[in-house]
């Protein structure tokens, strides 16, 4: 291609990369009198993404999730996703003061349960430990979705961060097999040899192999983590492939996944899989999500009405590997939420909850544990940060087909979050990453900024009885008789 048809585009912050730009190029072509052939659209499309690369800050963000080395900086606890969100924080936060990527009510949302969660640490344990992890609690919170705000904001930027953790998740297949076959977790030591890093998580083995933690904390985070990617490595990534490579990549992060053996992150991915042959099956059905709601709507109602446990119990209690782990988590619930109504204002803060003496204190479950911690209002804030973004997400109009598909796997990836987080508590790595990519698909409730080219349908022309079959006919003539 002649180099005069490239023309680079500019930049205006340091590391030549601004929040919402990307380092990218745009490609001058002859004029079309009409569409081209969808293949090649495709095409170009897909070439065009090749050349629109991934902010670096997000690079760095998402290869450091998956580093485990750990360090202090005095009492600080410090690992290197933090150092990235530490240092983007103050530039994504005056881009978004600014209103460069515009304010949406998730913003608000988390933005005030980063003030309560802090103000709760106040009246629990005092101004110091409401200092130091009020603070982190804001770097990690709104430093992980303002990046992702800030910098996803496009469909190539989208697809390119999919690809990025998708790789990374695939690179970690080898090592986890190894880990689950032989009980070795060779990447944590090889981390290990050269600075400290997360201690090994020794679990009770299933099925005769190894629960696989790799570079995490806990193998129910790997799970977590790895089972984000599913719908995204299937819709997004292989957006444009074949049914056999979007296939293959699926099954790269499902077993990944799966080496967990973990209940919570298998059901969510199992959860994307169905909604994923939902999707396919009935592509031809432009009312199929109102069909699954309805299906949805009609368990929920026969579940509470022929089972004595609640709706989120029953759901804890049948999708576990472990009958006990299962009731345990129940436990947690009834208990948990007892905790929530005895401290409804400002919750415990980091201190004993209410539950009995033989209990721990691990709360495996997401969507409680922020009330508790931070009462009421801080576990609303972000349940409903959550529902204002994927309900915003789902109810936008004039997405083109693309973006219409991207939309579908970010609301899969965002049901398989709901639902783990019933059973697992986001924490570390797990916890950023679901505000990253709760963040990193906020753009799609903006059609004017997905930059998709590709209309959600073609228009159909209308036939016009007077004229089909015929030559039109210019007005003030009569047409001869032959």
Not at 262 to 280: E, M, N, T
Not at 310 to 316: A, H, I, L, T
Request: proline share 5%; net charge positive.
């Amino acid at each position: 291609m002649p180099e005069s048809q490239i023309i680079s585009s500019t930049t205006v912050m340091p590391g030549n990369i601004a929040p919402g730009g990307s380092h990218a190029t745009a490609v001058a072509g002859p004029a079309r009198g009409r569409r081209g052939p969808r293949m090649s659209d495709r095409l170009r499309t897909q070439a065009k993404a090749a050349r629109h690369h991934l902010a670096w800050p997000v690079v760095l963000f998402l290869v450091a999730l998956f580093n485990p080395w750990t360090f202090k900086i005095g009492s600080l606890a410090m690992s290197m996703y933090r150092l990235v969100l530490v240092a983007t924080i103050v530039p994504c936060l005056i881009y978004w003061l600014r209103g460069k990527v515009g304010f949406r009510l998730a913003d608000i949302l988390l933005l005030a349960y980063c003030g309560w969660g802090t103000l709760a640490l106040d009246v629990n344990h005092g101004i110091g430990t409401a200092t130091q992890s009020g603070g982190i609690l804001f770097v990690e919170t709104m430093g992980a979705y303002l990046l992702a705000r800030c910098y996803v904001r496009k469909l190539d930027d989208f697809r390119n961060m999919a690809r990025l953790l998708f790789w990374l998740i695939a690179a970690l297949l080898p090592f986890a097999l190894y880990e689950a076959v032989f009980n070795d977790n060779i990447l944590l030591r090889l981390f290990s040899s050269v600075l400290p890093s997360h201690p090994v998580s020794y679990t009770e083995p299933r099925w005769g192999l190894r629960r696989v933690q790799t570079v995490f904390e806990h193998p129910i985070l790997f799970g977590v983590i790895c089972g984000s990617a599913l719908a995204a490595a299937n819709m997004v990534v292989g957006y444009g492939e074949t049914g056999a490579k979007r296939l293959f990549k699926t099954g790269i992060v499902g077993a990944t996944t799966f080496l967990s053996f973990s209940a919570g992150p298998i059901s969510a991915i199992a959860a994307q899989g169905l909604l994923l042959g939902w999707d396919w099956v009935l592509r031809n059905n432009p009312n199929r999500w109102k069909l699954l709601w309805t299906v949805v709507f009609a368990m929920y109602v026969l579940v509470s009405l022929a089972s004595n446990q609640s709706v989120p119990e029953f759901y804890m209690t049948h999708f576990s590997f472990d009958p006990e782990s299962a009731g345990y988590r129940a436990l947690i619930w009834q208990y948990g939420s007892g905790s929530v109504m005895n401290h409804p204002l400002f919750g415990v803060g980091y201190g004993k909850w209410d539950r009995p003496d033989w209990m721990t204190s691990s709360i495996d479950m997401f969507w409680l544990a922020n009330a508790i911690f931070y009462g009421l209002p801080g576990g609303l804030a972000m349940f409903l940060a959550y529902l204002s973004t994927v309900f915003g997400v789902g109810a936008a109009k004039g997405l083109g087909r693309k973006a219409v598909v991207y939309r579908t796997a970010f609301l899969i990836m965002m049901t398989g979050f709901f639902m783990v987080g019933w059973t697992v508590h986001f924490w570390n790595a797990t916890y950023v990453l679901f505000l990253f990519l709760l963040g990193s698909g906020a753009f799609l409730a903006e059609p004017a900024a997905s930059g998709d080219e590709e209309p959600a349908e073609e228009p159909k022309r209308r036939r016009n009885p007077r004229t089909h079959g015929h030559r039109p006919v210019k007005s003030g003539t009569v047409p001869q008789r032959r």
